[in-house]
């Protein structure tokens, strides 16, 4: 089961940045937290992950709490392309697998 | 940058009948990964693949699924006896050695439909 919770649908404006929320509270000191995302009906695509330590690639940010119970991902200047559902997963180091839960379906306006 | 690449992108197949859904992965990668998802439902793990075997399977992959790698580059997935249910998408994806540091890269489906 996913041991995550995200809101179930955001809006955001094109060009401004979309903070997107996770909760997971019960997480361990060995799991990493990972953030994919899906457009429409393509396979899923990573995005993001990290362990207590802000990150920051080409595609977003992630700002882990200190506590590490809540982390939220940050897509700095969201374009319209951006419109996908995005997902929030925590995960055992060397877990064979990634258990999907529903995700934040997020909606870039024109 | 490099794919996943499955095939077909859509195959109709009768109940009852067997498919099999191809899938080749990131050259390097060593962890291989089919997952499916209904349509409107959530994206589902079904298997796992290393070292040419089975690391770790879902409640879904029951005995008319199956997986193989037949050589370097293939990974396969079998239905043997299609139901109306196993209608949905689905994704093969890998990852490199150590998948603990690495996401995983999905292809971009097989939509599997069966009447």
């Known amino acids: 089961d996913a041991k995550t919770t995200q809101p179930t649908s955001m809006d955001c404006a094109e060009g401004r940045a979309a903070n997107l929320p996770c909760n997971h509270s019960t997480i361990s000191g060995n799991e990493y937290v990972y953030w994919y995302r899906q457009i429409h009906s393509q396979g899923p695509q990573y995005i993001i992950h990290g362990l207590k330590n802000n990150e920051t690639n080409e595609m977003a940010s992630l700002i882990i709490t200190e506590d590490r119970k809540s982390s939220t991902l940050i897509l700095p200047h969201a374009t319209l392309r951006d419109t996908a559902v995005y997902y929030c997963?925590?995960?055992?180091?060397?877990?064979?697998?990634?258990?999907f839960g529903k995700g934040t379906r997020l909606h870039i306006l024109p | 940058e490099p794919e996943v690449t499955q095939t077909p992108s859509h195959q109709v197949t009768q109940m009852g009948q067997e498919v099999i859904l191809r899938c080749v992965p990131i050259s390097n990668h060593l962890y291989f990964y089919w997952y499916r998802q209904i349509l409107g439902q959530k994206v589902e793990f079904l298997v796992s693949?290393?070292?040419?075997?089975?690391?770790?399977k879902s409640e879904i992959f029951d005995d008319q699924f199956s997986v193989e790698r037949p050589d370097g580059s293939n990974f396969t997935l079998k239905i043997r006896s299609t139901k109306l249910e196993d209608s949905a998408m689905y994704f093969c994806?890998?990852?490199?050695?150590?998948?603990?540091?690495?996401?995983?890269?999905f292809g971009s489906g097989t939509r599997l439909t069966v009447v």
């Open positions: 994806a890998s990852s490199e050695r150590d998948s603990t540091f690495y996401g995983y890269t």
């Open positions: 693949f290393y070292n040419n075997e089975i690391s770790e």
């Open positions: 997963i925590v995960r055992v180091i060397r877990d064979d697998k990634i258990i």
